[in-house]
T-cell receptor, first 118, second 116 residues
């Protein structure tokens, strides 16, 4: 069975401080990894994805995440946060199979509420 | 390119009623998935449709059903509503065909259902 664990439910930080949101997963098969962000009263926005290639992936707004297969982790980091980064962040995995039956299913963690204070 | 749209955005229903939610995927996307989001259970997968066929189903009772039309638009229906069905229902679309890019799912804004 697949599971995703986000170790921190809430992370408060001050503006311009660095932040790391932790994500670990468990799966018996290879996975693809994603981070989604959800702002209040909105849906989920795809922030980052790891499908293949370089284990370090970056977003356009300064977030990065590194896939660590040995530690089954995909932690999200940002060196300097802004107040506008305040949101809930979800880590998710998808089973990396080519058969069509599992393409559409994401397994989500419980989310981490990032609050940035001025 | 327009994103995923969901209608209605907000809905209030009474226990025992039924409800239908609608989702229009991104143009060219053929897969539509539905998720339920609640504070207690988090994000849970309901089902996925591809080319008008249900391809995958989560662990929800039969009161939850869905369908997909030939233009890839999808609807989900919940019959005999219960208080516990109050949630944000999210729809996501993806290409749905073999290839790594198909694993990227794009979400709509959701429909907030309140059951009283």
């Amino acid at each position: 069975a697949q599971s995703v664990t986000q170790l921190d439910s809430q992370v408060p930080v001050f503006e311009e401080a660095p932040v790391e949101l932790r994500c670990n997963y468990s799966s018996s098969v290879s996975v693809y990894l994603f981070w989604y962000v959800q702002y209040p009263n909105q849906g989920l926005q795809l922030l980052l994805k790891y499908l293949s290639g370089s284990t370090l992936v970056e977003s356009i707004n300064g977030f990065e995440a590194e896939f660590n297969k040995s530690q089954t982790s995909f932690h999200l980091r940002k060196p300097s946060v802004h107040i506008s980064d305040t949101a809930e962040y979800f880590c998710a995995v998808s089973l990396a199979r080519d058969r069509g039956s599992t393409l559409g299913r994401l397994y989500f963690g419980r989310g981490t509420q990032l609050t940035v204070w001025p | 390119k327009a994103g995923v749209t969901q209608t209605p955005r907000y809905l209030i229903k009474t226990r025992g009623q039924q409800v239908t939610l609608s989702c229009s995927p991104i143009s060219g996307h053929r897969s539509v998935s539905w998720y339920q989001q609640t504070p207690g259970q988090g994000l849970q997968f309901l089902f996925e449709y591809f080319s008008e066929t249900q391809r995958n189903k989560g662990n929800f009772p039969g009161r939850f059903s869905g369908r997909q039309f030939s233009n890839s638009r999808s609807e989900m229906n919940v019959s005999t509503l219960e208080l516990g069905d109050s949630a944000l229902y999210l729809c996501a679309s993806s290409l749905g065909q073999p290839g790594r890019s198909s694993y990227e799912q794009y979400f709509g804004p959701g429909t907030r259902l309140t059951v009283t």
